[in-house]
């Protein structure tokens, strides 16, 4: 067995704000030899999320977050190099939740066996991994959504957006999503097939909103929070379900805006309306990972589900790519780092 | 039959803002005559609620409105003057939901008997009324709330917040409520027996409630809103959950305040440590009222549930009364209004 080493990128300092690279830190360490059960795997390709700034520390969040000093975490796809369990294969390809680094033991229970052959492997970590699993825990665990209801969905040009808004789709909901910029909201329409899409960018937005909302809000999935939800909380209906499944605009916020507070207001509505607000967390809900992929997979291998995926290359761009999530240059397409 | 007139008061336009004199109307109308299955009956007393400002309409609430010229609603206790209704006879003492006049006609299909003998007849407006079925309705159908769990209350000296923090007590929960001055703070400990009272007028009760929160929010009954609800929102523990009554200090709010926006902290919240918030509104759920009156009797009769009220004298004291609900002079206890 030769002797291999390990880059990770261990957690060097909670950031206050948004991550910066000084945040990580590249360390090197031996692999260790495998014991009888074990098995080693080598990543070659690593999911960019949102929810991993809270896996860094946010000051007031129940998110489980990384010591100090532990590899990044964050679900990957890897092939098995060495095996000494029975039921894992040298070239297997399998779907793991170990993080930034490149190598990792494991005794094969976190591991999810991947048909490189059925799908594009990166699948496990978009549609049929944990984006997926987020958008339809969301859009199906937490609320029952009405058919025939309008559905709104912020982010929608985002992963996890994107997937809740065509699950709405399939749900039998009026989908209305919310993007930034003309190309996104053209996304939501031609490509996804949404009823309407709203552009929260453009100077009439509030006018758009009213216009594409003439019977209200029934549901709503919330991936953004910021300046745009008191615009579009006005339009809930009596019994609206909101499912808050994040808050990217506020993430890494550090101080709360000045101006009107909306605060009241929101509590007027929940009265006024009887509006319903839940949230979730995929970390302690994955016991329902396979009734998710039971349900997804052939909606993804058929093509009613669709996604876009964006690639990077180089292990050593990790940092970056998830701090870009957050910078707008983003292109709302799944993120995924490939190690050479 | 004597011919009858019939005082009424009518709403007489929809306030913007705080109920004013000028949106109510007295007027005199006739009597009708009663028809076979019809009970007449004389209004002797009126509860004084705060939903009655959102009867008069509110913009953007879903609750029931009063059309205008019509009576202002509410629940009364009265007393059968005549009777052509098997079912009651002249004497019966009923509680109704006429609102402000002195008479009222009924196919008795609307009215509850109650019995003079067992309790005061008052207490069919209170606790044992749409008072106590708010709390009711609100501690038990809304959110499980778990014993050994802390509740908070807002509100808490009011004659709903206290039926709550008493409900919650008797549910087995830690009970924390909220109230405005050393006076009420005192009446819910020594009184209704809470483990803290928060004083939400004092300088210190930022300080006050983070002391008397060390295990912080798992159950949060919301009668009030306004400028306290950020800093008790803090303390909100993982999978924390609020039920939205009430918000008093918002409901005649024609602008939302400026300053800090605690808006996305709210979200964030949730998101953070999926907090989830409901409401409802009595008049769609009293369905459930016998369940009520069936649990809560017992509590009354023996004590475990205590109540306060205060009584004015006069119909012609009915606007006034509903108006110091909200001017911060009224004592917290029930007002009921008696006929002369």
């Known amino acids: 067995m030769t002797k291999r080493t390990n880059r990770q990128y261990t957690l060097a300092a909670r950031p206050r704000g948004p991550a910066k690279l000084s945040d990580f830190k590249l360390v090197e360490v031996d692999v260790p030899e495998l014991r009888h059960g074990e098995v080693l795997f080598r990543n070659t390709l690593f999911s960019i999320d949102p929810y991993q700034r ?55 229970s976190d591991l999810r066996k991947i048909d ?80 309407e899409a ?36 006005e339009h809930f209906n009596t019994d609206a379900k909101m499912t808050v499944c994040g808050t990217i605009a506020d993430y890494s916020e550090t101080e709360l805006p000045k ?18 607000i839940k949230a979730f967390a995929t970390p302690y809900v994955m016991d329902t990972f396979p009734e998710f992929l039971a349900e997804a997979t052939p909606l993804v291998t058929s093509g009613q589900l669709k996604y876009g995926e964006e690639f990077v290359d180089g292990f050593e761009r990790l940092p970056t790519a998830l701090m870009t999530l957050f910078d707008g240059s983003h292109s709302g397409k799944k993120l995924i780092v490939r190690n050479d």
């Open 54 to 108: 809270n896996l860094m520390g946010n000051g007031s969040s129940e998110w489980p977050t990384i010591d100090i000093g532990d590899p990044m975490g964050g679900p990957t796809v890897g092939v098995v190099v060495e095996s000494r369990n029975p039921d894992f294969g040298v070239g297997d390809t399998v779907q793991s939740w170990v993080g930034w680094q490149d190598f990792a033991v494991s005794n094969g």
């Open 116 to 195: 490189p052959g059925a799908m594009p492997v990166s699948t496990a970590l978009g549609p049929l991994g944990l984006t997926g699993f987020t958008a339809w825990y969301g859009m199906t665990k937490v609320h029952d959504f009405k058919p025939g209801g309008t559905l709104v969905v912020t982010g929608a040009a985002g992963s996890v957006g994107s997937a809740a808004a065509q699950l709405g789709k399939l749900r039998g909901l009026r989908v209305v999503g919310v993007a930034g910029g003309p190309h996104k909201t053209a996304f939501l329409r031609d490509e996804l097939g949404l009823d």
């Open 259 to 276: 101006g009107t507070n909306y605060l009241p207001r929101l509590i007027t509505l929940i009265h006024y309306r009887f509006v319903s």
């Open 198 to 233: 709203v552009d929260y960018k453009a100077a009439d937005f509030k006018e758009q909103v009213a216009r594409m909302l003439p019977d209200g809000i029934d549901a709503f999935f919330e991936n953004v929070g910021g300046p745009i939800f008191p615009v579009l909380m």
